[in-house]
């Protein structure tokens, strides 16, 4: 596509990593999730066990509904009018499900949003693959789909991160604060912008907090001891800082929108229960969730992309590129 122009659409698909929503779809799901890496099948099993603490359910979907039905809400009242489709890249609804009925619908172009902030392989590239996979599978006839930009320094998420953060801290005013994202392997973070990225998205919200006192940590690791993966991990740095006098602590899930797993289980499970043994009081600051900031956002950027909004972002990075180069976010090598 070229970049100046400035394309129409007839839909938007909300494009999400899906979640099991019962006991016995968390196996089927945690194999989606991991076909083609090479992870012990006693890790998936215990991974299992996340979700079973919850019941089996994740909340990533019931999430996706409400979404769906705001965004279709905010569209209608504001424009532009595009129909609203979600698909999945590893439970149902399917990409390639949403997208065959999309193609049955009549959709011949759509904009695509992606509920990832960060540019990474496993957050961008992966998804324009899961994308073009679906049409591919679909054939003729298939909508063609454009990706939206990265947004971690999209006013409509910082403020709402800020604003949650804010919550947080009045319960610990005297908390250091701590943000947290999914740690990836070294070799994944060298091919994108991911660890920049999420340390300018901290410096911002941290920056609208007054806060100059902060540290970006890693969390839910699940690649082998001898492979490199981006860190420290919270539990180490929240050992360091009991070891150091600290009292209590802010956690601040930024690298994720919603309560995935990782959040209930990896924070306010393990990470709270850690705090609790070592005497660290512990708040964790909600995610940004459905605000009606970041609804009106995914509205924003459609229209940028349409050419009718100038891009909009906060500090001096400037907005993402608009769209993906062949070798943007390219795989992690291997071995």
């Not at 001898?226 to 690298?255: C, F, K, M, N």
């Amino acid at each position: 596509m070229n970049p100046l122009s400035h394309p129409k659409y007839d839909a938007i698909i909300l494009v999400a990593f899906g979640g099991p929503e019962r006991p016995a779809d968390v196996i089927p799901f945690l194999e989606n999730v991991l076909r083609g890496r090479n992870v012990p099948r006693e890790r998936m099993l215990e991974v299992a066990e996340h979700y079973y603490h919850f019941g089996g359910v994740s909340p990533i979907n019931q999430q996706m509904r409400e979404l769906v039905g705001l965004l279709e809400a905010e569209l209608r009242e504001r424009g532009p009018r595009l129909a609203v489709y979600w698909g999945n890249r590893n439970w149902a609804p399917m990409l390639g499900d949403t997208v065959r009925k999309m193609r049955d619908d009549g959709v011949r172009r759509a904009v695509a949003f992606v509920m990832s902030a960060y540019s990474s392989y496993s957050g961008c590239r992966q998804y324009l693959e899961d994308i073009a996979r679906a049409r591919e599978a679909v054939g003729e006839g298939a909508p063609e789909i454009d990706k939206l930009r990265v947004f971690y320094n999209h006013p409509g998420f910082i403020e709402p991160v800020a604003e949650r953060v804010r919550e947080a801290l009045a319960k610990l005013p005297d908390a250091a604060l701590i943000y947290t994202a999914h740690s990836v392997p070294v070799s994944m973070a060298a091919t994108s912008k991911y660890e920049a990225q999420l340390k300018e998205a901290c410096r911002l919200v941290s920056e609208k907090l007054g806060c100059h006192d902060w540290r970006l940590v890693y969390q839910s690791r699940s690649g082998p001891p001898s492979q490199p993966w981006l860190g420290p991990d919270i539990g180490e740095y929240l050992r360091e800082l009991h070891a150091a006098g600290t009292r209590a602590v802010v956690v601040v899930p930024i690298g994720f929108i919603s309560d995935h797993m990782e959040v209930l289980y990896d924070l306010d499970t393990e990470a709270r229960a850690l705090c609790g043994e070592l005497g660290l009081n512990f708040a964790r600051a909600a995610t940004v969730g459905n605000d009606p900031a970041f609804v009106s956002m995914i509205r924003e950027l459609v229209l940028e992309r349409m050419g009718e909004l100038p891009p909009s972002c906060l500090g001096s990075d400037g907005p993402s590129h608009d769209v993906c180069e062949p070798d943007c976010c390219a795989p992690p090598r291997r071995g």
